[in-house]
């Protein structure tokens, strides 16, 4: 069997021919890479999104999902509607403070890694409705985001650049230092509670201070 | 920005601006309509007054049931359209505001009545559930963000916000966290310029605000107290009136369901709670809110201008026919009336989108029936090409924030014009044929909503529902006929009325609507033409309008029904009263109604033919 002259495409950097770990006959068959490079490449085309709306953004992304700007072939498109099955929440559209403890449960309760989207001006910081009484002043308050998504709403073009960023984000991860890999990693965020007034469960010292009179 | 930028004023002008508003409008008293004079004959001059502006003030609120009932039975206005509430702080009393109408047509008849501030929330007012049922959830509105207690209510709950939320938000003397000033534009933001985040304003560096010796440690209030309460005690015999509910068969354990907030048939952030037995629905409740972003009350503090952008967020599928109910609002307090161009432009804008709302909504319709996208992928195919047109034409794909007091933001070039002679010629036609043809006729399409749904004119009528529900069950009540605005007296289109009442009825006057809606855009795509191009504003561009002391209700025939808007100015740059009345809000109350007796798969399907926009339900 001849042996193969040139290496293939991006494994430049393995002499595979000359490794002794690889028969001779699989010369030609044999694609080495890193763990980290194939772990993202996996992971970056197969993102399930959660099937979950909050307001005018859905709107969007429902459009961006469909036959025209066709989330599909970036290998997004399988949005599943339970928590469960679901690595990526697109938080589209306002968050208010009644919606606020469901959001943060719907994210406890997904699978690590997660990732989130804070999709359009509301999520991002509360956007023109950030001065109502209701409105939580973006979702970063309470979930770690990882990409952000100006606009009101981002059209389909901006969503899917948020898209490719939030690949770009997870082709730099190693699955070394990736947090849910390593012990105490697990991010669980308090659900806050509905009282007089939105409660971070995180600040209820500071807040029994805080109003003492 | 295509407006006009106005100078900065001086110090001085801005002193003297105030010192202008400072002084007290000149109220004036309703002039009597025929139906008012014959209400005032029958009660006396003691109880019914004319009320500042517009309609009639009741002046001893435990009569209003009398009124009411006088009104209901003896003057006929069947709906009860309205309902809400006014602040009026400086003179301690909270005005309720209805507007009550005909389903025949004409003006709503508005009456008024007042409860002084301190007895709201503990003597209250009578409510008018018994009479108009449809009042059930804008009543409990005005408990929610007024603090209005109504005695008889049968579930006088909070409903945009939760049991335990501190004070009643909409009060003149409630602020919010990141309060900062009544009215915009803010002193510190301009002129000044020296703007800071919110947070840092703040004590809490962020939107909360706590009552003096608040432990969260200890709080212990459920925020859905109250929510199961009627729902776990015996379940009636029988349903509401028109579904009679009755289990012959196996006897099962009844079981509550919560379906959503956050679940893909709820159209939004709805939350549904079931009681089950078996499959059958037995009672049903909402729970709404979870998209309340306080659009009434930041409306309160924005510039007249500056809410056309928010209108556009109501109701987020269809911007244009919201911008036109508020800015026909405003043009009726301003008393200007738009150019003609600007006038055809509006009737084209809107009429594209009730065709694309309504391919929206019947695409999701399907998704509801479990054809799940496949069908709605087409729909959504023939809706990018009005946001493609929005998009070149308004500058956005869904916030279009186009129309202006007096006219619109943008003129049309003719090859516009002609893409959109396309569309309403040959494409949309079309594709309406073609929708049809996959599915009036389908039969598992007409085995799951042919009889599903169920809600009778009389019904439908007392529950103020408005828009295609209520034209599928037999009345031909659409505002463009029954109380026209804009340029609508002037074409030649039919009001599609289906007499079904049921799921399917509700899809086929939709294709209807969509086809009569291409007859509009015909006409007025080659009316339009006879129109100066580049005449779309009327009078002066401004940012700042300052909008003489009045009250108004305007109200406008969205895709979802009628989209009413009242607005009280006290002559200043900002209003000081803003209400909007949805349809999607108050056509969920008769959801109950239609569901209760129908599979739990049904109610997805019910829920899916009211087409309701969270954005709206919400506000």
Not at chain 2, 496 to 519: A, F, T
């Amino acid at each position: 069997m001849a042996e193969a002259e040139t290496n293939l495409p991006g494994t430049s950097a393995v002499e595979i021919k000359n490794d002794p770990r690889v028969p001779a006959e699989l010369n030609n068959n044999v694609f080495i890479t890193t763990l980290d490079k194939i772990y993202n490449w996996g992971r970056k085309r197969s993102m399930w999104p959660m099937l979950f709306g909050l307001a005018c953004c859905a709107i969007e992304m429902i459009c961006t999902a469909a036959a025209r700007f066709d989330l599909a072939r970036f290998g997004w498109e399988l949005m599943r509607p339970s928590p469960r099955q679901a690595d990526l929440m697109i938080v589209s559209g306002t968050v208010t403070k009644k919606m606020l403890p469901q959001i943060v449960r719907l994210y406890n309760q997904m699978p690590q890694p997660r990732y989130v989207i804070a999709m359009g001006a509301c999520a991002t910081g509360g956007g023109p409705f950030k001065e109502g009484y209701n409105v939580v002043s973006g979702i970063d308050k309470f979930l770690p985001v990882d990409v952000y998504i100006p606009g009101c709403p981002p059209r389909p073009e901006a969503l899917m650049h948020g898209f490719i960023k939030l690949q770009e984000k997870i082709e730099k991860q190693s699955i070394r230092t990736v947090p849910w890999y390593q012990p105490g990693g697990d991010d669980v965020v308090p659900v806050p509670m509905l009282g007089p007034d939105v409660v971070d469960l995180r600040r209820t010292a500071e807040i029994a201070e805080k109003t003492r009179a | 920005m295509a407006e006009a930028t106005t100078t900065v004023p001086p110090a001085a002008k801005t002193a003297a601006r105030a010192e202008k508003a400072e002084k007290k409008p000149v109220v004036t008293l309703a002039t009597l309509t025929p139906e008012m004079a014959s209400l005032q004959q029958h009660f006396g001059a003691d109880l019914i007054q004319p009320a500042p502006y517009e309609g009639v003030l009741i002046t001893d609120p435990a009569r209003l049931t009398e009124v009411t009932n006088f009104l209901h039975d003896e003057l006929h206005l069947e709906s009860l359209t309205s309902a809400t509430a006014v602040d009026f702080i400086k003179e301690g009393y909270i005005e309720l505001v209805y507007h009550a109408q005909h389903i025949t047509g004409g003006a709503p008849l508005c009456f008024k009545t007042r409860v002084s501030r301190k007895d709201a929330d503990t003597v209250g007012l009578p409510s008018l559930t018994p009479i108009y049922p449809g009042v059930e959830f804008q009543e409990r509105e005005i408990y929610d963000l007024y603090g209005v207690r109504f005695n008889g209510h049968p579930d006088l709950r909070r409903i945009l916000l939760w049991e335990g939320f501190n004070g009643y938000p909409m009060r003149k003397d409630w602020h919010e966290a990141y309060y900062a000033q009544d009215t915009k534009p803010y002193d510190t933001r301009w002129p000044a310029g020296n703007h800071k985040l919110d947070e840092e304003r703040v004590p809490w560096a962020d939107n909360v605000n706590y009552p003096p010796n608040f432990n969260p440690a200890e709080y212990t209030r459920n925020p859905d107290e109250g929510l199961y309460d009627t729902m776990y005690k015996e379940a009636p015999e029988q349903g509401p009136t028109d579904t009679p509910y009755q289990n012959t068969g196996i006897k099962t354990d009844e079981l509550i369901v919560n379906m959503g907030p956050q679940h893909p048939s709820t159209h939004g952030v709805l939350r549904m709670v079931v009681k089950l037995d078996g499959e059958t629905i037995t009672d049903l409740k909402l729970v709404l809110g979870y998209l309340h972003r306080n659009h009434e009350k930041i409306a309160e503090r924005n510039t007249w201008l500056h809410n056309i952008p928010y209108t556009d967020r109501l109701d987020y599928i269809t911007g244009m026919p919201n911008e036109l109910g508020y800015v026909l609002g405003v043009e009726k307090l301003l008393k200007i009336k738009p150019t003609e161009r600007a006038d055809y432009l509006r009737v084209i804008m809107c009429e594209l989108t009730r065709v694309a709302s309504h391919f929206w909504s019947i695409g999701f319709l399907l998704n509801d029936l479990g054809a799940f996208y496949t069908p709605a992928l087409y729909f959504i195919t023939e809706r990018e090409f009005v946001m493609d047109l929005f998009d070149e034409i308004t500058g956005s794909r869904m916030m279009n924030n186009y129309m202006r007091f007096g006219g619109v933001a943008r003129d049309v070039t003719p090859e516009q014009l002609d893409k959109i002679r396309v569309l309403v010629n040959e494409r949309f036609p079309r594709a309406i044929d073609e929708m049809e043809r996959l599915l009036s006729d389908n039969e598992i399409v007409r085995m799951r909503t042919i009889g599903v749904g169920y809600l009778s004119a009389e019904r439908c009528v007392a529950y103020s529902v408005t828009g295609p529900v209520l034209r599928a069950s037999g009345v031909p009540y659409d505002l463009r006929r029954a109380d026209p605005y804009s340029l609508y007296d002037r074409f030649d289109f039919d009001v599609p009325v289906l007499y079904g009442g049921d799921v399917y009825d509700r899809y086929r006057v939709r294709v209807l609507e969509m086809r009569q809606s291409l007859r509009i855009l015909e006409q007025a795509l080659a009316q339009i033409e006879q129109t100066k191009v580049g005449d779309i504003q009327a009078g002066k561009k401004a940012y700042i309008h300052r909008v003489p002391a009045g009250e108004v209700y305007s109200r406008v025939e969205t895709p979802k029904g009628e989209l009413g808007f009242y607005m009280i100015s006290d002559g200043g740059q900002n209003a000081y009263r803003y209400h909007v009345r949805s349809a999607s809000f108050i056509n969920l109350g008769a959801l109950k109604e239609m569901t209760v007796g129908m599979k739990v798969a049904d109610a997805v399907v019910i829920l899916g033919s009211l087409d309701i926009v969270l954005g709206e339900v919400d506000r």
